[in-house]
């Protein structure tokens, strides 16, 4: 323990002393105010006096949305989506990301802060809750991260929950490898030119990069072995968007551009990438360009896409605009069948929404995020009967526990 | 002004670095981005022909197709093609300086806007200000031009508040570097 930590215990022991003195000064007046009005032993009303206590979450259901709030109300409120209820907050500030166990044990938090709010030591590390009691577990100091807006790709757990990965931009670009098990740092990993990470099973994990390939990091050895695919993508003439999709179950990637072009990867020491094929052809329609003028539904928002493993579902966020409207928030959900590369289903979206989730159980249900005065919204992923619409419930990027 | 040169450009961009930096932790990072040049596109001086030569409405992005020139306070302001964040202009800064007691980031990311009384296309460094809480006004996210967080130089995401003394961002400003073409 350092010396700082102790002050600040002994301090934080002095305070709890006096607070117990005022505590049981508060007794005495309370018994004090009883023998006074000598109440009934049992009170007519019912009413008993209580202890206050501090809640455990729930058992955990697939149903639960983590949706970060607003730039001004960063922290990221978990939603029952049966419910509508809201049943606890996790502690997020502004420039942080959050990441989810896939075993459900924890909650992880990849965040900076400064020691002076605006100035002073920055402080980079990864918080770790648990996901019963939301409680800290544990710190993880990190070398430092890249400071942005949250988004979905910038912290990712490799499959077995033991290692997870934290984007760092320095302005160098490289990858901080965290043992999660051992709860600190194992490896940082220069990458340059590349990000937006995907575990890969047995190997380490992926990213893509500014030439148009997917780096692959094989981590284990003495030092990490990067590999490049071919080239695959324009990255300023039709870029992948960052914040593609994991298929945990499969092991694959799938990839979307700006124009609306989709592929997958097969993920592994070397991933096989698929063929593209166009989102607006399989609706029937033309598909999307890079020419001003041309207004076609487009994809677009920051976490514009949702897949939903056993049935190959993929949802994408719709909106119709020209080329380079990247960020424009969704006016439809596109419901993309995987297996036969065909839109099955077309969806208007109350108000728009910028980000979508959908859960991995065999009932589905479908969060959005980005409506005005961060309105949340969940439907049926089946049907896209809309089940909940949560007041304040989120305007930012949504996690999801994986699995059943 | 002079046409685009590759040698100006540089020089300017250099000059104003070496104005606003003199962090030696900072440097050697930035010394690992030069080291990994080879897959990361030399720039600005790329962009210079991102916006393409052709000027009519039909070669013009929907941005530049209504941008204005006379209200930098507002979004559809021309240099704001590809900004993200809050304007400077509305914080008590301007379209390329800071407010009172924040700090400049000495670097930035670039786009290239069509200034619509000349036709012309200019580099736009979108350096922020640093060191306060977000000014929360005029939010403004633009995309022309703009990608992904692999090529972080074109990203509109990105905090760029490298070098100075507080990475706590505050609002974005939009430099005028030089002519694209």
């Known amino acids: 323990m350092t010396n700082a930590t102790m002050k600040t215990k002994r301090r934080a022991f002095g305070r709890l002393q006096g607070l117990a003195l005022a505590g049981v000064a508060g007794l005495l007046a309370v018994g004090s105010a009883q023998a006074q009005t000598t109440p009934p032993a049992g009170d007519p009303n019912g009413l008993q006096p209580e202890e206050p206590y501090t809640h455990k979450l729930p058992a955990i259901t697939p149903h639960w949305g983590f949706l970060r709030g607003s730039w001004e109300n960063p922290g990221t409120r978990i939603w029952d989506g049966d419910s509508g209820k809201m049943l606890g907050l996790v502690q997020t500030t502004r420039w942080s990301d959050l990441a989810l166990d896939p075993k459900k044990k924890f909650i992880y938090v990849a965040e900076t802060i400064w020691t002076k709010i605006n100035r002073g030591t920055r402080q980079d590390y990864v918080a770790v809750y648990d996901s019963n009691t939301l409680n800290l577990v544990s710190e993880i100091p990190l070398p430092g991260r890249l400071i942005i807006g949250a988004m979905n790709n910038n912290f990712v757990i490799s499959d077995d929950g033991k290692t997870g990965f934290v984007y760092n931009f320095s302005p160098a670009a490289s990858v901080n490898v965290v043992d999660l098990e051992k709860r600190k740092l194992a490896s940082v990993v220069e990458l340059p030119g590349c990000s937006s990470m995907v575990p890969v099973a047995g190997v380490g994990f992926s990213a893509l990069c500014s030439d148009g390939t997917m780096a692959t990091v094989k981590l284990g050895g003495k030092t990490p072995v990067i590999t490049h695919s071919a080239p695959f993508f324009k990255a300023a003439e039709d870029p992948i968007f960052d914040s593609y999709v994991h298929d945990r179950a499969k092991g694959e990637a799938v990839f979307l551009t700006y124009t609306g072009l989709i592929r997958t990867a097969k993920l592994g020491a070397e991933p096989v990438i698929g063929e593209a094929f166009s989102i607006q052809a399989a609706a029937g329609l033309r598909p999307g360009d890079t020419k001003p003028l041309d207004i076609n539904w487009m994809p677009g928002g920051r976490q514009m896409m949702a897949l939903h493993s056993k049935t190959g579902m993929l949802y994408v966020l719709m909106h119709r605009g020209e080329y380079w409207t990247q960020k424009e928030e969704g006016e439809e959900i596109w419901a993309v069948n995987m297996a036969t590369r065909k839109v099955v289903k077309r969806v208007p979206i109350k108000d728009h929404a910028g980000h979508i989730a959908v859960t991995q159980d065999d009932k589905p249900l479908i969060f959005l995020t980005g409506g005005d005065e961060g309105t949340a919204l969940v439907l049926d992923a089946v049907t896209f009967e809309q089940k909940q619409e949560i007041k304040r419930g989120g305007s930012g990027i949504i996690s999801l526990f994986e699995g059943n | ?181």
């Open chain 2, 1 to 181: 002004m002079s046409r685009f040169n590759m040698d100006a450009l540089g020089e300017k961009l250099l000059r104003s670095f070496a104005g606003n930096s003199s962090r030696r932790s900072f440097l050697t990072k930035l010394g690992a981005v030069i080291v990994a040049a080879p897959v990361f596109p030399l720039l600005p001086v790329s962009r210079a022909n991102a916006a393409g030569k052709d000027r009519t409405p039909e070669a013009k992005t929907a941005f530049a197709r209504n941008a204005q020139t006379k209200d930098d306070k507002k979004c559809d302001y021309w240099r704001y093609c590809a900004i993200d964040g809050s304007l400077c202009s509305c914080c008590g800064g301007g379209v390329s300086s800071c407010p009172a007691g924040t700090e400049p980031s000495p670097v930035s990311w670039v786009g290239t806007c069509i200034n619509p009384d000349n036709n012309k296309a200019y580099l736009i460094a979108y350096r922020d200000c640093c060191g306060k809480a977000g000014c929360g006004q005029c939010g403004c996210d633009n995309t022309d031009r703009e990608t992904q967080l692999y090529m972080p130089q074109l990203n509109n995401n990105v905090i760029w508040c490298f070098g100075t003394s507080s990475m706590e961002y505050h609002c974005s400003t939009a430099v005028l570097v030089g002519e694209a073409q």
